[in-house]
């Protein structure tokens, strides 16, 4: 039987840690994420480690699932909501404070491979994981493998200048917005859960939740419906294009939009027209703690 190894899910919020299984998710333990003190990140990381060190195998590596742009060569991580991460060697911090290796890969890398191998992507030889949350972010997984590009960016479709202006129904240009990623027009600036605010209040409905706006929807809010309708019909062309680039034959969502099922039907119904593959549809993830059964996988490999 495979051994458990340690693995972590990392957000701006809370970091995630636990051991992982072949079949098993066990002892999931979390703790705040310091987010501007690279110190006490690693401290964070090497007490979680501590508390899970009897369960998990020792000599694999631990595995680091984040939000960011992850490195594998240089162990850095670009990680606009963890800004005490930019330009430290975070791998080699880790590994010399734990004694045991460290790896690094992007929360919706491991994700997509997850779900490629063992959730609702299983059977597809390209997978590409959309993560559609607090913003937009992407993996590509081909015959197994994250496929990883220059310097660990790779299947970031919610980063680029896709949108020069937002057409909307009442006339009017929104005009481009800028990313956290310090460029403009990117789909993470209308894409996400951020964004679908955005939207809202620049069509003129004034400030809302995005949870407030996927219930009004639902109901059958007009306000809400005109929202999510230019939501789709401009998230569906960024994304498109990333399904036709990278050939996939499974698009699996995740994030808390991601999930929605009524919410992803809608976005699939804008997407079909634009993508060359007939027959495609989004489907949510399957698996419950996608990113740290990725980062395990990860893990485990040679």
Request: hydrophobic share 50%; aromatic share 2%; glycine share 16%.
């Amino acid at each position: 039987m495979a051994p458990f190894v340690l693995a972590a899910d990392i957000g701006a919020s809370f970091i995630r840690m636990a051991a992982v299984g072949p079949a098993a998710v066990s002892r999931v333990i979390e703790r705040p994420t310091p987010t501007r003190d690279v110190d006490a990140f690693v401290a964070t990381i090497a007490g979680l480690a501590g508390e899970l060190e009897g369960v998990a195998a020792p000599g694999l590596p631990l595995c680091l699932a984040i939000a960011g742009l992850c490195d594998p060569v240089a162990g850095t991580v670009e990680a606009a909501n963890i800004p005490g991460l930019a330009g430290q060697p975070l791998a080699a911090l880790v590994e010399r404070r734990i004694g045991r290796a460290v790896r690094l890969v992007n929360d919706a890398d491991a994700f997509a491979l997850a779900e490629a191998e063992a959730g609702a992507g299983r059977g597809h030889a390209v997978v590409l994981g959309a993560i559609i949350g607090s913003g937009i972010g992407g993996g590509v997984v081909a015959d197994g493998a994250i496929v990883r590009g220059a310097g660990g960016a790779g299947g970031e479709w919610g980063h680029g200048p896709v949108a020069r202006e937002l057409p909307v129904a009442l006339g009017r240009p929104l005009p481009r917005m800028r990313c956290g990623c310090g460029r403009e027009g990117c789909a993470d600036t209308f894409g996400g859960a951020r964004g679908l605010e955005r939207l809202h209040a620049a069509i003129g409905h004034g400030a809302s939740d995005s949870r407030a706006i996927v219930a009004g929807w639902r109901a059958g809010d007009a306000a809400a419906a005109e929202t999510v309708a230019v939501w789709a019909e401009l998230l569906a062309e960024p994304l498109a294009l990333a399904v036709n680039i990278t050939g996939a034959s499974a698009v699996v969502t995740g994030g808390g939009l991601g999930r929605d099922a009524a919410l992803m039907a809608a976005l699939s119904r804008a997407l079909v027209p634009q993508v060359l593959r007939g027959g495609l549809v989004l489907t949510p993830g399957a698996l419950p703690n996608a990113a740290l059964v990725g980062a395990a996988m990860l893990a485990r490999q040679p």
